[in-house]
Each structure stands twice: as structure tokens, then as C-alpha cells.
């Protein structure tokens, strides 16, 4: 792998170091039964921004052509939206 395409082997540590740290808050939200609505709201926060690392960064689309980036974010946020959305159902009933 290139450095110029990957970016250096110290950001690619340093944002492994901060998915293995947002992966072990919400597992430890879990097993607190930490709840609300502003639980939710930071899951949905550290999920999004966990899925985008990953993609641009470990799929190695940041410097992609727009439309890569495009739909492979899009899918992410339209797959964030349906979660939204069900959950808001669920919890209107």
C-alpha cells in the first residue's frame, strides 16, 4: 500500500486506537443499560462517524472519485436513516 493513497501508518494507528475506544463506550453504554434519548443520540453520533472512518480511511476511498465517496457514504446514510426512523416509530407507539 502507498502512503500517498492510505495515509501514514500513524493516523491509520491513531484512528484504530479511536474505533477500538468508541467500539468499547457504547459496549460499556450496553452493559450499563445507559438509556434515553441522548444515549441514542451519541450511539448514532459514534456509529456514523465509525462507519465514515472507515470507509474513507480503511476502504481507502478519501481521495476516491466524488462519486465512490458519494454513494458509499450515501448507502451509510440512507441505512442510518432507516434506523432513525424506526426507532422514532417504535418509540411513538
Known amino acids: 500500500m502507498s502512503t500517498e493513497v492510505h495515509g501514514t501508518p500513524r493516523r491509520a494507528t491513531v484512528l484504530w486506537l479511536l474505533l477500538i475506544a468508541a467500539t468499547l463506550l457504547t459496549w460499556g453504554m450496553g452493559a450499563t443499560d ?3 434519548r441522548l444515549t441514542i443520540l451519541l450511539l448514532a453520533v459514534l456509529s456514523f462517524w465509525k462507519g465514515s472512518v472507515v470507509i474513507l480511511d480503511f476502504m481507502a476511498l478519501r481521495h476516491a472519485p466524488l ?3 458519494a454513494l458509499t457514504l450515501g448507502w451509510m446514510i440512507l ?3 432507516l434506523i432513525a426512523i424506526a426507532y422514532w416509530k417504535g418509540i411513538a407507539r
Open 67 to 69: 462519486l465512490w465517496r
Open 34 to 36: 445507559v438509556a434515553g
Open 79 to 81: 441505512v442510518w436513516a
